[in-house]
């Protein structure tokens, strides 16, 4: 092979390292999968680079860029794991982390005895600092260099060199937060430093804290993780291999930029599942999808509407909110490691805890000591008794003895036990597909599933059932989507700034220099990024809300604004606003509309790999059949024989009708009794119930 001509994704899970390559001049994909190594992802990586490689006959000389999709930061946030921090702020304003948020989780029926989490930094560890700017940006007390200079000698006296700055209203003017950096890198070098105005130039103080106190936590991890794999790709490429990690709002960064943002990348392995999953869903002809991402440790899902996952700017990663923006994407404990457990109540339990890859799950014989969903999977003969072709054997025996102990426990058959815990996973996934549309108020019945990673495609017969989803689309080599999504996305940067202000009071002139200059910052960071100005794409989008609310509505602002585009977007307001909450005030002059963020995304476009149509088939699935076995889909009625197809020989127009089971390289898809899928023009495996449309 010549020179420079492959793009290759990887994408970090917690079990699994997915690899997918796209040759440039054939517009061939090919996939594979490796363990990952939790103690050092960098090395899962790289072993992964090296098997691809292998696999096309290749060297380090023929790609031309890397995308990587890392769970670093997220499993960092989740684990509590954020370090010794210093959070200077400004005078006055030091309990604005105790204060937080009246935020109750699952509602205030639960509330009884919640209290607030544990603050990020105790409060010993921040300190104030003089000076203070109004909510416009004006200077009301001058900056204190003199106590600036001895806060960051206390910090630097004790050892604490990743802090977090702060100040009230910098999203306004910086000029007090940029000062305070500069003193720090005087006086306290080995600081890893973090400032609000660069991190989310946006009102709200305490998410604005927050936020950039989770880009302090997570920088020195993510920037040697990063540094680490840049190196050793390096390495492996006698040329410089552009390196990009992907980020949470949708797109990719460079290596080197991401070591500055680091808090864009905490969703970044899901949101590159739900990118490639919409792709693959809107080249099908589906408009409204909900995607499951099934994985070792966990399940996420999202919604996808005209080809576009959904974003939030009111995300959290474990206990901590993100402020950033970020594919909306809600993650629940119901992966193949989630481990069943018993409560002291005598109840069956499973998740969110995780045997992971490490030990794993019982059937795995690598040390797992607990049950998982995996080991019900195999006991019930919905999976094979292998992973990855035949290269992971599994002991159905150890996950057996396992499943008897815990069944024994509960009273139960093995069946009902591990029916069981397959039920409970089922309506885990349900209630946070739920928790994506009904709450945000989209009807779940109008959208088509699309499952895909390791395990989001086993159950998928219960949620059509339960959730009553149109049906289920099951791409090819579904465990490989994420990887997929690595390839399909664009190098992507956001940039926000707070002006709040009336629409009746609004100067269009004065709102269209603040896009200008959000545009400019936009422009010259995809420069840096090697997009010459012909290649520019910028999005740029306001949010709006009623007089007296606490919250905004996003909508999109096209082209220069003017007071007739003005008009255009808060009609727009209107309309989203009634879509999301079942009213508006459009025509009540009682109420106003308020401008309150402006954002602009400056995008650098990338060519995509097609999804190509394959040549029908004679509409006959035999010739991908290797067999039956037995498979337990209902605990009452027991084993029954299941037909099995392997996924590879089915084509286009071939219909597969339940009990089956279709098994391909990284994934499985049980079809229950009553269930049928059909193969489309692209290889998807279409599931409805039988009769379905």
Excluded at 222 to 250: C, D, E, T, W
Excluded at 309 to 317: M, S
Excluded at 460 to 478: F, K, S, T, W
Excluded at 500 to 506: E, G, Q, S, T
């Amino acid at each position: 092979m010549s020179s420079g001509h492959i793009r290759i994704g990887i994408d970090t899970g917690g079990t699994f390292t997915d690899v997918v390559a796209f040759d440039e001049r054939t517009g061939a994909l090919t996939t594979t999968k490796t363990p990952s190594t939790p103690a050092d992802p960098a090395e899962g990586f790289m072993t992964g680079m090296d098997k691809m490689l292998g696999l096309l006959g290749a060297t380090g000389e023929d790609v031309t860029v890397v995308c990587h999709g890392t769970t670093v930061a997220t499993n960092q946030l989740l684990e509590g794991n954020v370090g010794v921090l210093g959070f200077i702020t400004t005078e006055g304003y030091e309990f604005v982390l105790e204060i937080a948020r009246q935020s109750v989780p699952d509602g205030y029926g639960n509330s009884y005895f919640w209290v607030k989490p544990d603050r990020i930094v105790p409060a010993h560890l921040v300190k104030t600092v003089g000076g203070r700017m109004d909510h416009n940006g004006a200077q009301l007390r001058p900056f204190d260099e003199q106590r600036a200079v001895e806060v960051a000698r206390w910090y630097r006296a004790r050892g604490i060199d990743t802090l977090g700055v702060c100040f009230l209203h910098s999203y306004a003017n910086p000029d007090h937060e940029q000062r305070m950096r500069d003193v720090l890198v005087r006086e306290h070098p080995d600081a890893v430093v973090s400032i609000s105005s660069q991190v989310l130039r946006e009102y709200r103080e305490y998410e604005r804290s927050m936020t950039t106190l989770v880009d302090a936590a997570v920088k020195p991890k993510v920037s040697r993780y990063v540094q680490a794999i840049s190196r050793r790709l390096a390495a492996v490429a006698s040329q410089h291999v552009p390196f990009y990690v992907m980020k949470s709002n949708g797109g990719v960064l460079s290596a080197h930029e991401v070591v500055h943002q680091p808090i864009t990348t905490v969703l970044s392995g899901p949101a590159a599942g739900a990118l490639g999953a919409a792709l693959i869903a809107s080249t099908a002809g589906f408009d409204k999808v909900l995607t499951c991402d099934g994985g070792g440790t966990s399940t996420d899902v999202s919604v996808v509407l005209a080809g576009q996952p959904t974003l939030t700017t009111e995300g959290h990663v474990g206990a901590y909110p993100s402020k950033i923006p970020m594919i909306d994407v809600v993650t629940v404990g119901a992966g193949g490691g989630s481990i069943a457990w018993v409560s002291p109540e005598g109840t069956l339990k499973v998740g969110p805890k995780s045997a992971g890859a490490d030990p794993g799950p019982l059937c795995y014989g690598t040390g797992g000591t607990q049950v998982t969903i995996t080991d019900a999977h195999a006991v019930l003969g919905r999976i094979p008794p292998h992973l990855l072709g035949g290269e992971v054997p599994l002991d159905v025996g150890a996950g057996r003895n396992g499943l008897s102990a815990l069944a024994e426990r509960l009273g139960l058959t093995l069946e009902a036990c591990a029916t069981g815990i397959l039920e409970i996973s089922a309506w885990n996934q349900a209630n946070a597909l739920r928790q994506i549309t009904v709450k945000r108020g989209l009807d779940v019945r109008d959208f088509t599933l699309t499952t895909f990673g390791g395990s989001g495609s086993l159950l998928l017969c219960r949620l059509v059932d339960i959730l009553g989803l149109r049906g289920v689309l099951v791409p090819p080599d579904p465990g490989n989507v994420s990887a997929f999504g690595l390839l399909t996305v664009d190098v992507k940067n956001d940039y926000v700034r707070t002006a709040v202000r009336r629409h009746d009071d609004l100067d269009p002139a004065a709102v269209e220099a603040i896009f200008a200059d959000l545009q400019c910052q936009a422009a010259g960071a995809l420069t840096r990024e090697g997009f010459g100005e012909p290649a520019h794409r910028f999005v740029r989008s306001a949010d709006l809300r009623y007089d007296g609310q606490a919250f905004e509505v996003r909508v999109p602002v096209a082209g220069q604004l003017d007071a007739a585009r003005a008009d255009e977007v808060a009609g727009s307001f209107h309309d989203a606003h009634r879509a999301l909450y079942g009213y508006d005030f459009r025509g009540d002059t009682a109420q106003h509309v308020e401008w309150v963020n402006l954002r602009v995304s400056g995008i650098g476009p990338i060519r995509r790999p097609e999804l190509r149509e394959l040549p029908p088939g004679d509409g006959n699935p035999a010739r991908a059949s290797t067999g039956v076995r037995p498979v337990c889909f209902d605990a009452a009625r027991g084993y029954v024989e299941a037909a099995v197809y392997q996924r590879a020989g089915l084509a286009p127009n071939d219909v597969v009708a339940g009990p089956a089971i279709v098994e391909e390289y990284g994934s499985t898809v049980p079809l229950h009794p009553g269930f049928v899928g059909r193969v489309d023009g692209y290889g998807n495996l279409l599931v409805t119930a039988e009769g379905a449309a």
